[in-house]
């Protein structure tokens, strides 16, 4: 496995003040914090960062920022993908000057491309950057789906050197181990089928629960890889309430209203979304409380490493 990116990337809320201007510093605070709670990585402006509301320029000054904030502690991928061509290889090419260590581009959305549309506009991107490329396949939100044997072909490309798989087949999966060579590296999309991915040989995940629970999430990953599968598994059952809950509704509206409740700032969400519901927020009040009730419970942890959760 390449690795070059390493095991848990948070793809990262972009935190707003009050009028829902992108508050830097809040940023940098929330990225720094990831850093220190198990995340190898960060990926900046996804989906999770509001990628669709964000504009060019804030999003090249994310960029620059996260990559100051982290500094030589973790990696940074920029995401730069859309449904424009034109306009991800314009953002890749800029993006390539703040400094950040990859790129990742979605399949693009709406416009529903063919394979080899899907095809010549990664390997466009990929050209244009100069940077390694993350792929990012995930057909619900784009209603296209990236097949194995495009991602093959893709993986010719020397830069083109991983995926984020959330199309949430694990035949799917399956096959990508099967035909893709063994140094390009597959990551969950998902953060609930991140122990299945890695029992087929995956790499790791970009995941959204890590903002709130990504030590354990390491501790889970770092198990499986240190063949204790037991203990792998245990941690994912804990979890796996958290992973699931916190899509109560479209990420990433529960997940900044959690990163809210534990005192970092994240602020709300723009329009088209809309914050969470008091119904929700409860839901979320009690998801929160659970994790930290159902790590107490199952390990020695004492109140000041739950304070992390």
């Known amino acids: 496995m ?25 940023a940098r605070n929330l990225a720094k914090y990831l850093i220190t ?33 982290v500094g030589t ?9 859309s449904n424009s061509t034109t306009a991800s290889v314009d953002l890749a090419v800029q993006a390539a000057k703040t400094g950040v260590d990859g790129i990742m581009a979605v399949v693009p959305y709406y416009n529903k491309p063919s394979q080899e549309g899907m095809y010549q506009h990664f390997k466009v991107i990929a050209e244009a950057a100069a940077l390694p490329v993350m792929l990012y396949n995930v057909p619900p939100r784009t209603m296209a789906n990236l097949l194995p044997d495009t991602v093959k072909k893709l993986s010719q490309i020397p830069n083109i050197v991983s995926i984020k798989e959330a199309a949430g087949s694990m035949d799917q999966v399956s096959e990508l181990k099967r035909i893709l060579p063994s140094d390009f590296d597959i990551y969950s999309g998902d953060d609930s089928l991140t122990l299945p991915m890695l029992a087929l040989g995956c790499s790791g995940v970009v995941s ?18 240190n063949g204790d599968s037991n203990t792998a598994g245990r941690l994912h059952l804990q979890l796996y309430p958290f992973f699931k ?40 009040g009690k998801l929160l409380d659970d994790i930290r009730e159902e790590l107490l419970a199952a390990t020695t942890l004492n109140n000041k490493d739950l304070n992390k959760i």
């Open 37 to 69: 709670h198990g995340s190898d990585g960060i990926v900046v402006c996804g989906t999770t960062g509001e990628s669709p509301t964000l504009t060019n320029e804030e999003k090249l000054n994310m960029f620059r920022e996260v990559r100051n904030a």
């Open 73 to 81: 502690s973790g990696t940074v991928l920029a995401g730069v993908g």
């Open 245 to 284: 809950g916190i899509f109560i509704t479209t990420n990433p509206v529960p997940i900044k209203a959690v990163v809210n409740m534990i005192g970092l700032k994240a602020g709300g969400v723009r329009l088209p979304l809309i914050n969470a519901t008091e119904d929700e927020r409860k839901f979320l």
């Open 2 to 26: 390449g690795m070059g990116f390493g095991r848990i990337l948070t793809a990262m809320v972009t935190p707003m003040k009050e009028n829902l201007e992108v508050d830097y510093t809040s």
């Open 208 to 225: 959204v629960a890590s903002h709130i629970i990504g030590d354990k999430m390491k501790k889970m990953i770092d198990a499986w890889f």
